[in-house]
């Protein structure tokens, strides 16, 4: 019998013994995917399930959460997840493109983002967002594999039991436009029976304001829900979208200023501030399709049990001209790309995962038990590769730029991906960062927690494990989670956390799948805080100190056009303290205040002999040692306020506010290229405001939005090598009926 098999079946065996014991408990309410348990209340969340399954006030779970509410993501003007992060302390967005969202939690990259806890990794998208939650740190055991940093969790709108229908437009400068249709109906009752349907469509452009860029996407979601009796939900939910897109590879930047060095030069290179190098665009085509089916069942007043099974695919293809771009204009004044071929990279990313959940409460004494195990089997295939497509040239020189600014310019298309290395038309390239193994990466994990509070509920213990087994790789660890949380005074509760993370690396070689996996990354992460949620209700938060160690970290080795294979190599720590502060003193004004202290840095670098980690000084250490992780700020403070009238008030309907955020310049750099900093951005401070206006006209309920983003026209650096969007208008209207 397996280790993970074990650990199932000792919890299952505690809780049915448990089970048999008096428990004074209502029914376990569970899973804020399907069953709709926490209070929400503005900006203000007061619990949340994600943490240890359990619905429990944020306060009392000694976990670093946090949640953005549905009125957040309305008020901020969020068209994705990475906008609505601005706001949450110690996050910042690192995705270099539009086709996909990656994110720094406490200073570590990580792509561990989630729908409805499940791995997930395309663009989101506003018309299905119900709430987000930030989960930071390795404490994540129940998700399966997790990043030392934390995780992004997005919770997608459900059917509920009210029939109403919502339509929403919105326009924005540069292009950007969307369409919104959501309706859920509520079937009536018969007898124990009762459902309801939701679909949500959408049609959207998002605009840049350089020039050629663009991202498209029609979206189809939707779910049922079926409860029988009080103890029963059955849900499924179904997700469609199709987005192509164009962004400047490496953007021309007419309208940009303090440009600042050559990527692909080791040191400091300045350059001219008009130039454009390599290529003008990329161009891509996703697909992402699935469904995911859900059974909640109440055993009992005390018991829960819960099975889920979704499948996902991403179909990708992403395609651009590599050539030889020119740094600084002809004599003509003109920029040039000369004769190219077309790269094509198809990727094909599936998903498919089965998991149970067993819930128990019970109390021993004058104590209460809050037991969960669980166990998943997640099975992801991720098969890509890079090829010149002898199908599609550029065969003359082309001008994309001259002294007006860039050109729009159309190069072959580019038929759908093949997914074939023995394609005619395809010739492998070797050293593009590809995937060539598609085989999948096979994981079973199982894990147990134990939340018991003593001492009236002023102090509360956590205790779990986490058991993984990479299968596909042959390797197993356990992950342990140990904390405790103490009520110094109502509503003040002093906790500490430590947990560990275990999660597979990926392949030795991009192009030669012979040679296997890595060994699995290590993390440990230390934490001290103070929750706090004092009488009144008007004030919550959290305050967290913490120190997160990463090891056996994936090191890519060559460069584009050289054999490239991946190694083990080195050590990052990341410590520092975050605040966050939710704050309504009335039900009119809600202030959301962050503040992050981020010491995130390489400690250990193994030497390579290709020039990618150099000892220049000769004195055994890589030079790389002691440098701060790229594009995280050492200090960052954000704020945002709004106020509402109330009804009785002559401009009742209307709400206004904004916010406000600093960063101290975070370095830009490319360990994997050089290993000095490129530049040093400045310290920008970026000002958002909206004011917004709800009324009932003609019976129906209307709100009205405009959202000025970017009013200070802040020109840091949210993506590794692009600009955020300038100064931007964004007017939205709403209608439900």
């Not at 950007?176 to 009536?188: E, G, I, T």
């Not at 009785?648 to 709400?655: H, I, K």
């Amino acid at each position: 019998m397996t280790a993970t098999l074990r650990l199932v079946l000792c919890a299952a065996g505690l809780a049915a013994v448990a089970s048999a014991q008096p428990a004074s408990a209502p029914a376990v309410v569970l899973d804020p995917f399907t069953v709709k348990s926490d209070a929400l209340e503005g900006y203000r969340s007061q619990s949340s399930a994600s943490g240890l399954g359990f619905t429990l006030p944020l306060e009392k779970v000694p976990i670093p959460l946090v949640v953005l509410t549905p009125q957040f993501l309305a008020d901020s003007g969020a068209v994705k997840v990475e906008d609505a992060l601005r706001y949450v302390s110690g996050v910042t967005n690192t995705g270099r493109t539009s086709k996909e969202e990656s994110y720094a939690i406490r200073g570590f990259a990580t792509s561990n983002l989630l729908r409805d806890g499940e791995p997930f990794n395309t663009a989101t998208d506003r018309s299905i967002l119900e709430r987000v939650e930030v989960l930071k740190g390795p404490a994540a055991i129940i998700y399966g594999t997790a990043d030392p940093s934390g995780l992004v969790n997005i919770v997608q709108k459900q059917a509920h039991f009210r029939t109403e229908s919502i339509l929403e437009v919105m326009y924005a400068e540069y292009g950007s436009h969307q369409a919104l249709l959501d309706h859920n109906q509520a079937f009536a009752r018969a007898g124990d029976w009762h459902g309801a349907a939701r679909l949500v469509l959408s049609r959207s452009r998002e605009g840049f304001p350089r020039a050629n860029e663009f991202r498209d996407r029609t979206l189809a979601a939707g779910t049922a829900r079926v409860e029988y009796g009080r103890d029963t939900v059955l849900e499924g939910r179904v997700n469609w979208s199709r987005e192509d897109g164009r962004i400047n590879r490496i953007q021309t930047p007419f309208r940009n200023t303090g440009e600042g060095g050559s990527v692909f030069a080791r040191g400091f290179v300045p350059i001219l501030r008009d130039f454009t190098f390599v290529t003008p665009h990329d161009d891509w085509d996703h697909e992402d399709k699935g469904y995911s089916l859900r059974v909640v069942q109440h055993v009992g007043p005390a018991t829960t049990v819960t099975a889920s099974w979704t499948d996902s695919e991403i179909d990708a293809v992403h395609y651009f001209n590599i050539g030889m771009g020119r740094i600084g204009a002809n004599a003509q004044g003109q920029y040039v790309v000369n004769p190219a071929r077309m790269i094509v990279e198809p990727r094909k990313t599936d998903h498919r995962g089965l998991s149970f959940k067993l819930l128990h409460t019970l109390r021993l004494g004058r104590s209460e038990h809050k037991l969960s195990a669980g166990f998943r089997d997640n099975r992801d295939t991720n098969f890509g590769y890079a090829y010149f497509d002898s199908r599609v040239f550029a065969n003359a020189a082309t001008v994309i730029a001259d002294a007006g600014g860039p050109k729009a310019v159309t190069f072959p298309g580019v038929p759908r991906s093949v997914f074939s290395l023995n394609d005619p038309f395809a010739t492998p390239i070797t050293g593009v960062a590809s995937n060539t193994n598609p085989d999948p990466v096979l994981v079973r994990s199982a894990y147990v927690t134990d939340y018991a509070t003593f001492l009236d509920g002023r102090l509360s213990l956590l205790a779990g494990a986490h058991r993984i087994d990479i299968r596909s790789q042959g390797k197993t660890a356990t992950s342990p989670q140990f904390g405790a949380i103490l009520e110094l005074a109502r509503g003040y509760n002093l906790y500490a956390l430590t947990s560990n993370s275990f999660r597979p690396n990926g392949p030795a070689s991009t192009v030669n799948p012979a040679l296997g996996f890595l060994d699995p990354e290590k993390g440990a992460g230390r934490e001290l805080g103070l929750k706090f949620n004092p009488p009144g209700g008007s004030l919550s938060g959290t305050l967290a100190f913490y120190r997160i160690t990463r090891e056996n970290i994936v090191q890519f080795l060559g460069g584009v056009f050289t054999q490239n294979n991946n190694i083990p190599s080195g050590e990052e720590i990341s410590k520092g303290l975050e605040l966050d502060l939710v704050y309504t003193p009335t039900p009119n004004l809600s202030v959301m205040a962050a503040y992050a202290y981020t010491d995130a840095y390489v400690s250990k670098n193994v030497i390579t002999t290709d020039g990618n980690s150099p000892d220049d000084n000769r004195d055994g250490v890589a030079d790389i040692i002691g440098l701060p992780k790229e594009g995280v700020a050492r200090h960052d403070v954000r704020l945002w306020v709004s106020y509402a009238w109330t009804r009785n008030s002559p401009l009742a309907g209307l709400s206004l506010g904004g916010g406000y955020t600093w960063r101290q310049g975070p370095i830009q750099q490319f360990p994997t290229y050089i290993h000095r900093f490129i530049r040093q951005e400045s310290d920008p401070v970026r000002l958002d405001l909206f004011v917004g206006y709800r009324a009932k006209w003609g019976g129906r309920e209307t709100g009205l939005r405009l959202n000025w983003q970017n009013v200070t026209n802040a020109d840091y650096r949210d993506r590794r090598g692009y600009f955020v969007a300038p100064s931007t208008l964004q007017f939205s209207a709403e209608t439900r009926f």
